[in-house]
């Protein structure tokens, strides 16, 4: 069945640094692929999407590309602010009318200053 | 645009109570979703619907019930609270089809279970 899996997380960085959470998925044909950003004590705020293969998904200075070689669509981010401190969680969906989201576990970002 | 809204943002019941947590959303979204949140286990899904008197169970359904009388409206009832529902509880809604379109949250309702 669909299933995404991301890295583990605590990740910690200084600002500036550069940023890199992994997401892989397992899914037959082609799904649509989600990052979504959890600000504490917020619900779930959509990040960026793709929805076909070697699209670029990006949004405040957020990148992922879906690539389906490597079946993966990993978050990047070439200069991390304190601001960007949050959960986020990379998700998998279908483009029909029984379509769900699968989650990830989360990735726990903390950037200090 | 409210978006989606939940109520109550907080809960405390004892075990063995009942209660009904709100979502209501103004965006014509056709599709709505509870899920669960707990640390280290990511969302699971509890029950969704992808239409007005159209529902259904999703990962985890036991010991929750769910109705949907309207578009607007997808309420979440817990039967009788046990300590393992102790949780962070998410609505949320999608346009026809979420795969496009992706979810809209609310901001959640944290419930205890004492």
């Known amino acids: 069945g669909d299933s995404v899996t991301q890295m583990e997380g605590p990740v910690t960085l200084s600002e500036e640094a550069f940023l890199t959470i992994n997401c892989t998925y397992t899914a037959t044909g082609y799904p649509s692929l989600f990052w979504y950003v959890q600000y504490p004590g917020e619900g779930l705020q959509l990040l960026l999407k793709a929805t076909k293969a070697d699209d670029k998904g990006s949004n405040k200075g957020f990148e992922a590309t879906y690539r389906k070689e490597t079946t993966s669509f990993h978050l990047e981010k070439g200069s991390v602010q304190v601001s960007d401190s949050a959960v986020y969680f990379c998700?998998?969906?279908?483009?029909?009318?029984?379509?769900?989201?699968?989650f990830g576990r989360g990735t726990q970002l903390t950037v200090w200053p | 645009n409210a978006g989606v809204t939940q109520t109550p943002k907080f809960q405390v019941l004892k075990t063995g109570q009942s209660m009904t947590l709100q979502c209501a959303q103004d965006?014509?979204?056709?599709?709505m979703s509870w899920y669960r949140q707990d640390p280290g286990m990511g969302l699971r899904l509890i029950h969704y619907?992808?239409?007005?008197?159209?529902?259904d169970q999703g990962e985890v359904p036991n010991g929750y019930n769910v109705s949907r009388s309207t578009t607007e409206d997808f309420p979440l009832r817990l039967l009788s609270a046990a300590p393992s529902q102790t949780s962070v509880y998410f609505c949320a809604s999608s346009y026809k089809s979420t795969g496009d379109y992706g979810y809209t949250f609310g901001s959640g309702t944290r419930l205890t279970v004492v």
């Open positions: 998700a998998l969906g279908r483009g029909s009318t029984l379509g769900r989201l699968y």
């Open positions: 965006m014509n979204h056709e599709y």
């Open positions: 619907s992808v239409g007005a008197g159209i529902t």
